[in-house]
């Protein structure tokens, strides 16, 4: 007696009534030969890690059996590779027994093409209404910036005037002692 | 001067895993590089055993597109 697992990909793009006509066939192709099936469910529709067939995403179904016989796998190999609808498949000895599996929801993932779609358009809006929303910020921001600078303006000018006499009297001073310190060297 | 390296233990070992399988793509994540590479043994720390069973399992999760055989073209 050994165990079997044989994780098989189907098209993506395939309703799920002609997959669950698949999963059927395939059972149907196994029954063929002694074999107890343990478990045959749709394990979910994955993103591809890379592209088969020009396929992003796809159907994963698993299938767990228990063969007496094993002559039979070639045959039904060549049947896998000659059903258009599988992309892929592999076929794995277990060691020990798998569990039986109940109720199996099958995963979807996050990042779906339709969904994607979806998810991406909320986003720009959102961003756009940020951009806006920050530019009437800014706008209004530009304004206090530019009374305050106003305001400064006045208080620069004041303090320009100031500064202006400080420079004059420092420059005048440093002239002198320039002067002096020629003198000195001379 | 005193040159202390991390200990390096197996994972597997501290969570009591004796089994690798190649659905789980959480865990094998963590002993592979960002570019897809696995990662040797030496780096990970993992037992002769479990790395066997680990590289077995990489492998046959690239072959049905679980895991990419390379992580240059992100986009794919």
Known sequence: MRYYELLYIVNPNLEDDKVNNIIDEIGNEINKSKVSIINHYLWGKKRLAYPIKNNKYGTYILLQFSAEKFDFLIEFERSLILNKSVIRHQLVRLDEEPEKVENVEPIVEKDDLPKEEISEKPEEDSKAEGIEAEKVETTEEVEKVEEKEKSEDAKDAKDAETVDDSDTEKSESEKEIEVEKKEDDK | ?76
């Open chain 2, 1 to 76: 001067m005193t040159f202390t390296t991390k200990k390096k233990y197996c994972y597997f070992k501290e969570n009591g895993i004796t089994f690798v399988d190649y659905k789980d793509v959480k865990l094998l994540r963590r002993f592979v590089t960002e570019q897809g590479k696995i990662i040797p043994r030496r780096v990970t720390g993992s037992s002769a055993k479990i790395h066997r069973q680990l590289v077995r399992a990489i492998k046959q999760s690239r072959n049905i597109a679980l895991m990419p055989f390379t992580n240059i073209s992100v986009d794919g």
